[in-house]
């Protein structure tokens, strides 16, 4: 089974009355581009619900901007600051894991986008699903973590995903209208990051700030780092798997520095498509809040003859071996996954504080993946017992 869904084509027309939108993670670099989509078409939508973690402040400055209805902050000691200045505008606000996940089944959203980074985004996304909300997907994690889960929930539920990811919207774009039968592979392109062409030696004594000069996306630093070790590229082919139905071995990551190619499908005849755009999440945001139809505007145009050269070539999982972890991963299946997740937060977190050097993300992943438990179908326990577990080794050989 595979989670997105291709819609008609009226269900490509939009109604007349504004969709209704939950940005989860509104303070990060796609929920602030999510929100500037919404204003550009008040016609088309309305922020209902704004959410962030820890960032007040930033969340205050969202909602005095965007007057949603709630604004919920996941940090219950920062509540009292959000409470303080939205109680006088009658801006309604909450705090908690669990504000968070009764925000997203409210009566008045139609569409939850789940712009959280890592673990932090499974439960809001189940709560959603189970309330049968439509699901624009950002948080690559959560079908990482609990691809099967989610999977099962989806079939029980009227929610829809529509994928955010840019890799994972232009499969989406490239498939539509194909018959699934004919599809041979598909292949998520990668730019590289900062150390393509490093040498592993200079890769061993690489600092935080050299891995966070991303050479062309603009990107919050957890999600910078995992570009750094392609570890995003792995979670990537893992969320592909579950989204769109097809076996690990049809997926396969390329790098492309030139991040203008956002992903391809080959198909058995031979041929390939391509979905092409500069490298800004605008589009694929878009695309998803309007479930496939487009929005004129919402990207800077691509001028092919701006571009001399398009190239690829294969990864060096030699000097990215995070990037063997997609196969690992669903080769072992079960609570795998979620392990992986685990242990690459704690990590990355570790490198950012400089208290580990690069390869240590790698290592610490492989020492806690073998340590834990295994869980051969998992449920939503068992994913919070995992993930908890996991980070504390993590934590413990760090």
Same mark, same amino acid.
């Given at each position: 089974?595979?989670?997105?869904?291709?819609?008609?084509?009226?269900?490509?027309?939009?109604?007349?009355?504004?969709?209704?939108?939950?940005?989860?993670?509104?303070? &990060?670099?796609?929920?602030?581009?999510?929100?500037?989509?919404?204003?550009?078409?008040?016609?088309?939508?309305?922020?209902?619900?704004?959410?962030?973690?820890?960032?007040?402040? /930033?969340?205050?400055?969202?909602?005095?901007?965007?007057?949603?209805?709630?604004?919920?902050?996941?940090?219950?000691?920062?509540?009292?600051?959000?409470?303080?200045?939205?109680?006088?505008?009658?801006?309604?606000?909450?705090?908690?894991?669990?504000?968070?996940? %009764?925000?997203?089944?409210?009566? /008045?959203?139609?569409?939850?986008? #789940?712009?959280?980074?890592?673990?932090?985004?499974?439960?809001?996304?189940?709560?959603?699903?189970?309330?049968?909300?439509?699901?624009?997907?950002?948080?690559? *994690?959560?079908?990482?973590?609990?691809?099967?889960?989610?999977?099962?929930?989806?079939?029980?539920?009227?929610?829809?995903?529509?994928?955010?990811?840019? *890799?994972?919207?232009?499969?989406?774009?490239?498939? %539509?209208?194909?018959?699934?039968?004919?599809?041979?592979?598909?292949?998520?392109?990668?730019?590289?990051?900062?150390?393509?062409?490093?040498?592993?030696?200079?890769?061993?004594?690489?600092?935080?700030? /050299?891995?966070?000069?991303?050479?062309?996306?603009?990107?919050?630093?957890?999600?910078?780092?995992?570009?750094?070790?392609?570890?995003?590229?792995?979670?990537?082919?893992?969320?592909?798997?579950?989204?769109?139905?097809?076996?690990?071995?049809?997926?396969?990551?390329?790098?492309?520095?030139?991040?203008?190619?956002?992903?391809?499908?080959?198909? #058995? /005849?031979?041929?390939?498509?391509?979905?092409?755009?500069?490298?800004?999440?605008?589009?694929?945001?878009?695309?998803?809040? &309007? *479930?496939?139809?487009?929005?004129?505007?919402?990207?800077?145009?691509?001028?092919?003859?701006?571009?001399?050269?398009?190239?690829?070539?294969?990864?060096?999982?030699?000097?990215?071996?995070?990037?063997?972890?997609?196969?690992?991963?669903?080769?072992?299946?079960?609570?795998?996954?979620?392990?992986?997740?685990?242990?690459?937060?704690?990590?990355?977190?570790?490198?950012?504080?400089?208290?580990?050097?690069?390869?240590?993300?790698?290592? #610490?992943?492989?020492?806690?993946?073998?340590?834990?438990?295994?869980? *051969?179908?998992?449920?939503?326990?068992?994913?919070?017992?995992?993930?908890?577990?996991?980070?504390?080794?993590?934590?413990?050989?760090?």
């Amino acid at each position: 089974m595979f989670l997105v869904n291709f819609v008609v084509e009226i269900q490509k027309t939009m109604v007349k009355t504004p969709k209704n939108i939950a940005v989860i993670g509104a303070t &990060g670099s796609i929920g602030t581009q999510t929100l500037e989509i919404i204003s550009s078409h008040p016609e088309l939508y309305r922020a209902t619900v704004i959410a962030a973690g820890r960032r007040v402040d /930033d969340l205050i400055a969202l909602a005095r901007k965007h007057r949603p209805a709630l604004a919920v902050i996941a940090d219950v000691n920062k509540y009292s600051v959000l409470l303080d200045a939205l109680e006088p505008l009658g801006i309604e606000t909450a705090a908690g894991e669990q504000a968070l996940c %009764d925000a997203v089944c409210r009566d /008045d959203v139609d569409m939850v986008v #789940t712009a959280t980074v890592g673990y932090s985004g499974l439960a809001p996304t189940i709560a959603a699903i189970k309330a049968g909300k439509d699901i624009a997907l950002a948080n690559k *994690e959560t079908l990482v973590v609990a691809g099967q889960y989610i999977t099962e929930l989806l079939a029980k539920s009227k929610s829809r995903v529509f994928p955010v990811d840019s *890799e994972h919207s232009a499969i989406y774009q490239c498939l %539509d209208g194909e018959d699934r039968a004919n599809v041979k592979k598909l292949i998520i392109t990668a730019s590289g990051g900062p150390f393509r062409k490093w040498t592993a030696e200079q890769m061993a004594n690489a600092k935080a700030s /050299d891995a966070l000069k991303h050479p062309n996306w603009s990107m919050g630093a957890k999600i910078t780092i995992d570009s750094a070790t392609m570890m995003n590229k792995a979670f990537e082919i893992i969320e592909a798997k579950w989204l769109f139905g097809f076996d690990g071995d049809q997926i396969e990551a390329v790098v492309h520095p030139q991040s203008i190619v956002h992903s391809m499908v080959e198909f #058995t /005849d031979g041929a390939i498509k391509a979905q092409l755009g500069l490298p800004d999440m605008k589009l694929p945001i878009a695309y998803a809040l &309007g *479930e496939g139809k487009r929005l004129p505007g919402a990207e800077k145009p691509l001028r092919i003859s701006d571009y001399a050269a398009l190239t690829f070539e294969r990864p060096d999982i030699e000097k990215f071996p995070c990037l063997t972890l997609a196969q690992e991963a669903m080769r072992r299946g079960g609570n795998s996954a979620c392990v992986i997740n685990a242990a690459n937060e704690i990590a990355v977190a570790a490198f950012l504080d400089g208290k580990i050097g690069f390869n240590d993300i790698y290592s #610490t992943i492989i020492r806690t993946l073998d340590a834990m438990p295994y869980i *051969e179908t998992p449920g939503y326990a068992d994913f919070v017992a995992t993930n908890n577990e996991a980070r504390m080794f993590a934590t413990s050989i760090i």
